[in-house]
């Protein structure tokens, strides 16, 4: 029987609640937008976690799902190894009682290549790590292979021993804030008169981050993202790359990227500028090739506009660029994603990323009660993925990075597709979690990476424009913290 999710509240009954969060997590798989203020705690210990058996009983606008040991086993037994055996159950019980398969099965997490590349790492097969997400994490053949290719294009990158580090630089500013917006995001028009001051705290920042990390090498990539650097002038751009060149050898780095996300931010002189400082990579991104889904959305830009821009910056010469577009936008179909991946194919950028739109706090779409996670929304979005994977293929361009978005519909895939020896550093990275991250800007977070302990330790600066330049020496002090203790 498919039943329809409904508002509705959650118990759990016959735990003792110490698995709660990720119980919860594998119930929002398939109640995305509900609350679970009645997540019971009412039974203390005694599951034993290999026999455990969950049932699903809808009472009214509540959910029971009732924990039901098949042997006694002691309270004790309710540890960590527990905890996985619990997840799948209570999926299985989900999914039984809901109709539904997701098309990630049991996959919580939002990067599953990582997952793929641990257990290549362990010693399993392929087909053995196929197998781990099928059968095990029930996820679809499709999805599980992908996560394999991502894993697979990701692995020569990700060293294991010495993984040097890479720099992230955030400028916080654009031309309009995007519908769908989330990110820490100013509009440079009204914010114009703060951005020399706000270069200003970069460059503090940058120096304590030259001066006092083991940023002593060159980092493996640059990134310099946002935001829209390129809604700087092209003064404060030459600035900006002047002020990060004179700390870091950029020179050394295997890839420097820049975000000129979008079109109407691209002139002459801009370029000029990043090509002196040996930009390799540039992001130019549509989003959409449909001007009435751009001007839906908030860019200031159409799809001519954008093939002006992309022109200008292929001319110039840079090495590789990237556009990413959106699924899920205003009222598009599959048949008008086609369109714009069948006009971004004959521009032939080396690299493109394919987002699916989420629900983020903070954005325009969230505030105006959109709801992303309807059911036909999401299998709209599904053909939209299938359709992009098969014209990517033709482009042949393969996937080498991946994330679900968090509050996307059905928690849908984000990919990037590249030609072979395009892949992006930074990008993979990021994803890998296996390579420090040095970041400045508003909103930017520092990443720490041990490889003796497998750690990453997260330094975060507030993504408030105000408050990152009022308080530029406290953020500097977060990183002090870690750098030294
Ligand atoms: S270009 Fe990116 S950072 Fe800027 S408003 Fe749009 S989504 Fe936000």
Same mark, same amino acid.
């Given at each position: 029987?498919?039943?329809?999710?409904?508002?509705?509240?959650?118990?759990?009954?016959?735990? =003792?609640?110490?698995?709660?969060?990720?119980?919860?997590?594998?119930?929002?798989?398939?109640?995305?937008?509900?609350?679970?203020?009645?997540? #019971?705690?009412?039974? $203390?210990?005694? &599951?034993?976690?290999?026999?455990?058996?969950?049932?699903?009983?809808?009472?009214?606008?509540?959910?029971?799902?009732?924990?039901?040991?098949?042997?006694?086993?002691?309270?004790?037994?309710?540890?960590?190894?527990?905890?996985?055996?619990?997840?799948?159950?209570?999926?299985? +019980?989900?999914?039984?009682?809901?109709?539904?398969?997701?098309?990630?099965?049991?996959?919580?997490?939002?990067?599953?290549?990582?997952?793929?590349?641990?257990?290549?790492?362990?010693?399993?097969?392929?087909? /053995?790590?196929?197998?781990?997400?099928?059968?095990?994490? =029930?996820?679809?053949?499709?999805?599980? !292979?992908?996560?394999?290719?991502?894993?697979?294009?990701?692995?020569?990158?990700?060293?294991? =021993?010495?993984? #040097?580090?890479?720099?992230?630089?955030?400028?916080?500013?654009?031309?309009?804030?995007?519908?769908?917006?989330?990110?820490?995001?100013?509009?440079?028009?009204?914010?114009?008169?703060?951005?020399?001051?706000?270069? *200003?705290?970069?460059?503090? %920042?940058?120096?304590?981050?030259? $001066?006092?990390?083991?940023?002593?090498?060159?980092?493996?990539?640059?990134?310099? #993202? @946002?935001?829209?650097?390129?809604?700087?002038?092209?003064?404060?751009?030459?600035?900006?790359?002047?002020?990060?060149?004179?700390?870091?050898?950029?020179?050394?780095?295997? %890839?420097?990227?820049?975000?000129? @996300? $979008?079109?109407?931010?691209?002139?002459?002189?801009?370029? *000029?500028?990043? !090509?002196?400082?040996?930009?390799?990579? &540039?992001?130019?991104?549509?989003?959409?090739?449909?001007?009435?889904?751009?001007?839906?959305?908030?860019?200031?830009?159409?799809?001519?506009?954008?093939?002006?821009?992309?022109?200008?910056?292929?001319?110039?010469?840079?090495?590789?660029?990237?556009?990413?577009?959106?699924?899920?936008?205003?009222?598009?179909?599959?048949?008008?994603?086609?369109?714009?991946?069948?006009?971004?194919?004959?521009?032939?950028?080396?690299?493109?990323?394919?987002?699916?739109?989420?629900?983020? $706090?903070?954005?325009?779409?969230?505030?105006? @009660?959109?709801?992303?996670? =309807?059911?036909?929304?999401?299998?709209?979005?599904?053909?939209?993925?299938?359709?992009?994977?098969?014209?990517?293929?033709?482009?042949?361009?393969?996937?080498?990075?991946?994330?679900?978005?968090?509050?996307?519909?059905?928690?849908?895939?984000? &990919?990037?597709?590249?030609?072979?020896?395009?892949?992006?550093?930074?990008?993979?990275?990021?994803?890998? /979690?296996?390579?420090?991250?040095?970041?400045?800007? +508003?909103?930017?977070?520092?990443?720490?990476?041990?490889?003796?302990?497998?750690?990453?330790?997260?330094?975060?600066?507030?993504?408030?424009?105000?408050?990152?330049?009022? !308080?530029?020496?406290?953020?500097?002090?977060?990183?002090?913290?870690?750098?030294?203790?």
């Amino acid at each position: 029987m498919v039943t329809d999710p409904k508002p509705m509240k959650f118990e759990l009954r016959g735990l =003792d609640g110490r698995f709660t969060n990720e119980l919860q997590t594998i119930a929002q798989i398939f109640y995305p937008n509900e609350s679970f203020e009645s997540f #019971g705690q009412n039974i $203390r210990g005694e &599951v034993a976690p290999d026999e455990v058996n969950i049932s699903c009983v809808r009472e009214g606008d509540m959910l029971r799902l009732c924990v039901r040991q098949g042997a006694d086993i002691r309270a004790e037994a309710l540890c960590e190894a527990a905890k996985m055996p619990l997840k799948l159950a209570l999926y299985g +019980a989900l999914k039984a009682f809901t109709g539904r398969k997701p098309a990630w099965g049991s996959l919580t997490g939002i990067r599953p290549g990582k997952l793929a590349l641990d257990s290549l790492r362990r010693g399993l097969t392929q087909p /053995e790590v196929l197998r781990l997400l099928t059968e095990t994490y =029930d996820a679809d053949e499709a999805k599980a !292979r992908l996560a394999l290719a991502v894993a697979l294009a990701e692995a020569p990158f990700v060293a294991a =021993d010495d993984p #040097g580090y890479s720099l992230y630089v955030g400028i916080p500013f654009c031309p309009s804030k995007c519908l769908y917006c989330s990110f820490t995001s100013y509009p440079v028009g009204k914010h114009s008169g703060l951005t020399g001051t706000y270069l *200003d705290c970069l460059e503090k %920042e940058l120096e304590f981050l030259a $001066r006092h990390t083991h940023a002593k090498a060159a980092p493996a990539s640059v990134y310099i #993202g @946002g935001g829209t650097p390129s809604a700087l002038s092209a003064g404060e751009i030459d600035r900006l790359l002047g002020m990060i060149a004179a700390r870091f050898d950029t020179a050394g780095a295997a %890839e420097y990227s820049f975000e000129a @996300g $979008r079109a109407d931010t691209i002139t002459r002189d801009k370029l *000029d500028v990043l !090509r002196e400082y040996g930009v390799t990579r &540039v992001c130019v991104n549509p989003q959409s090739l449909h001007d009435t889904t751009l001007a839906h959305i908030g860019r200031c830009h159409t799809a001519a506009d954008f093939a002006r821009a992309f022109g200008m910056v292929r001319a110039a010469g840079f090495r590789t660029i990237n556009s990413d577009i959106i699924l899920g936008l205003g009222s598009e179909t599959a048949r008008d994603v086609a369109a714009t991946l069948d006009y971004l194919a004959e521009l032939a950028p080396e690299n493109i990323t394919i987002h699916t739109l989420a629900l983020k $706090r903070g954005s325009r779409l969230a505030e105006g @009660g959109f709801c992303p996670a =309807d059911a036909a929304q999401a299998r709209n979005i599904e053909e939209m993925l299938e359709l992009s994977a098969s014209r990517m293929e033709r482009a042949r361009l393969a996937p080498y990075y991946m994330y679900r978005q968090k509050n996307s519909p059905g928690s849908f895939e984000n &990919v990037g597709y590249s030609q072979p020896g395009h892949e992006s550093i930074y990008n993979i990275q990021i994803m890998a /979690e296996k390579q420090t991250i040095l970041a400045a800007g +508003a909103g930017a977070v520092t990443k720490l990476y041990n490889p003796g302990t497998n750690e990453l330790r997260r330094v975060f600066n507030v993504k408030s424009l105000d408050d990152y330049m009022s !308080r530029i020496d406290e953020m500097i002090g977060r990183k002090a913290e870690l750098v030294y203790d």
